[in-house]
């Protein structure tokens, strides 16, 4: 599996025009393979942005993979795909 | 002797893409739609240009191939040809980014194919050749003169256009020609042309003349 997501993932060490930037990173991700969960990550400020995952799962049956993420503003973010086993 | 064979080299050079003077790592990343994150753009963009142009527009292939041009007496790149129907739309606002990602992205693969005559590029070609900054240089110094070798970590580039909107490593994000431009004009501590002057439309119309026949690349990886 290769997820990439657009997020600033702001470290809350930088500035802009002077002013500190707020901390903002992805901290949580999970995968759902037909409703299970098969894969999570806690991530922090220590990934670039816009991170790329990679992991593997085993493709038993044709199914649903739900992604889902969480950042620091709460804003949650979700991304579905099939996956067809033939 | 030395030296006019060096100088006829300069003047000869093919042009090289920035892609020729890149680690194995970013090649891989660029080349590969799954993990170029500069994608994330072009995804949006498609999804922008869905919605608001594409009841006029049909397909923008080839089009990003044949800017920035001169239409009018203006120079007109890709950001001031979106800007033409949204004036609002600001250089390095997510909505333009995501847009010129996806125009170019458009003519992925299509050689730069300018009409751009030598009148029109004597400004910029002045400029490329003009020393600025503290530092004291020129474009040229570094790009014609200096490709291909090392600038403390780096490999120095032609400096050639074809991959922008690029996503750099350093701003962790994609940029146009013309942030890459400030880029090194920070770099030569020289004072910032704001984005759309003058000074930056003349330079990418040279560039774009210097850099015909590479294919665009866009949204290439760069450091």
């Given amino acids: 599996m290769r997820v990439v997501i657009q997020h600033p993932m702001e470290t809350g060490f930088r500035r802009e025009d002077g002013e500190r930037v707020k901390r903002n990173a992805i901290h949580s991700f999970t995968c759902r393979y037909n409703g299970v969960e098969v894969f999570r990550a806690t991530l922090s400020t220590g990934i670039a942005a816009n991170p790329y995952l990679r992991f593997f799962i085993r493709a038993g049956d044709t199914g649903d993979l739900d992604f889902w993420w969480l950042d620091d503003d709460d804003i949650e973010g979700t991304a579905k795909a099939r996956l067809v086993v033939s | 002797m030395k030296e006019i064979v060096l100088l006829l080299g300069m003047l000869f050079a093919e042009p090289r893409s920035g892609l020729d003077y890149s680690s194995e790592e970013i090649r891989k990343l660029q080349a590969s739609d799954a993990e170029n994150p500069g994608m994330l753009w072009v995804d949006q963009g498609a999804k922008r240009f869905a919605q608001g142009c594409a009841s006029c527009h049909a397909s923008m292939k080839g089009v990003a191939a044949r800017y920035p041009r001169v239409a009018g007496g203006k120079i007109v790149n890709l950001e001031e040809m979106v800007r033409h129907r949204n004036p609002a739309m600001t250089y390095e606002s997510d909505e333009m980014l995501a847009l010129t990602a996806y125009l170019a992205h458009e003519s992925r693969g299509l050689p730069l194919n300018r009409a751009i005559s030598e009148k029109q590029i004597e400004n910029g070609k002045s400029e490329y050749f003009r020393r600025r900054g503290q530092m004291n240089l020129a474009c040229a110094h570094c790009h014609d003169a200096n490709a291909g070798k090392q600038l403390g970590a780096e490999t120095v580039s032609q400096g050639q256009p074809n991959g922008y909107p690029a996503y750099r490593l350093e701003w962790q994000k994609l940029g146009s ?15 910032l042309p704001p984005f759309g ?27």
């Fill in chain 2, 197 to 223: 002057s003058e000074l930056l439309l003349e330079l990418e119309l040279y560039l774009a003349w210097r850099s015909q026949g590479l294919p665009i690349e866009s949204p290439a990886v760069r450091r």
């Fill in chain 2, 177 to 191: 020609l013309q942030r890459r431009l400030r880029s090194c004009m920070f770099g030569l501590h020289a004072e």
